[in-house]
């Protein structure tokens, strides 16, 4: 299931023309309404809708691509982990499954604009993971990165290590946690760390003005947290 909000004047005549930036999104079920959410909402559609009114971003396109529900782990973990016990993922075929199913859909369907400088991917937990992994696996795909709370320590924090030897990033990349992502204060330590180890290995490849990082004091894993932060990542991703 694809779920495409289209932003204000699409439909205009005096737009017809027009092609439009898309930002791909993981876990489609939790963007735009309350009622599909299992987990609650980003408000992605209102977050959107404010800042193209207000000029801070561009008219873009969302595209929420739902997750596989109960299998959504296996769906999005690309690596053979022992944490957690994975040895059938399925996640290494995401990469080829955005490339060469949606995106071209998406194409065809919609008036989107070409090139890696239109083109956004972004998740949370474990959507953050693949969207990250997919970063590093296609380079030049994507333009714009949002990597919210990802779930780094996945088989051994392999994807940190594939982020080092990674010298080709998007354009932009917005990279965020909280203090407090896990109920243990030791895990939620451990999730920040891995955060800042993964700063360090973008900032190895990325200038300062294509990273932008954030700590969130207090902020839970929770889809609340990640949609107050959204208005700032679209700015920062898609802003002038």
Do not use: C
């Not at 999005?76 to 949606?102: C, N, T, W």
């Not at 180890?197 to 929770?222: F, I, M, N, T, Y």
């Amino acid at each position: 299931m694809l779920r495409v909000w289209l932003p204000p004047g699409y439909d205009d005549l005096t737009n017809v023309q027009r092609r439009y930036p898309v930002f791909y999104l993981n876990d489609g079920q939790n963007l735009f309404d309350e009622a599909t959410s299992y987990a609650g909402e980003w408000h992605a559609d209102e977050a959107a809708d404010r800042l193209i009114r207000e000029g801070a971003i561009p008219p873009i396109i969302l595209v929420g691509i739902d997750n596989a529900t109960r299998e959504r782990m296996r769906e999005y973990v690309p690596y053979r982990s022992l944490q957690p016990h994975m040895m059938r993922v399925r996640g290494r075929y995401y990469p080829d499954f955005l490339a060469k199913e949606i995106m071209p859909f998406i194409s065809r369907q919609y008036r989107i604009a070409d090139g890696p400088e239109n083109t956004g991917l972004g998740g949370s937990s474990l959507g953050g993971l693949i969207a990250l992994y997919t970063a590093i696996a296609r380079p030049g795909l994507i333009g714009r990165l949002l990597v919210e709370s990802p779930s780094l320590w996945v088989a051994g924090r392999k994807v940190i290590a594939d982020a080092w030897r990674n010298s080709h990033w998007p354009q932009r990349i917005f990279l965020a946690a909280g203090t407090r992502e896990a109920s243990r204060d030791d895990r939620s330590e451990r999730m920040v760390h891995d955060v800042r180890d993964l700063e360090r290995a973008l900032r190895a490849s990325v200038g300062q003005d294509r990273l932008r990082v954030v700590v969130d004091e207090g902020a839970p894993h929770s889809e609340s947290a990640w949609a107050r932060r959204f208005p700032d990542a679209l700015r920062f991703l898609f802003g002038s």
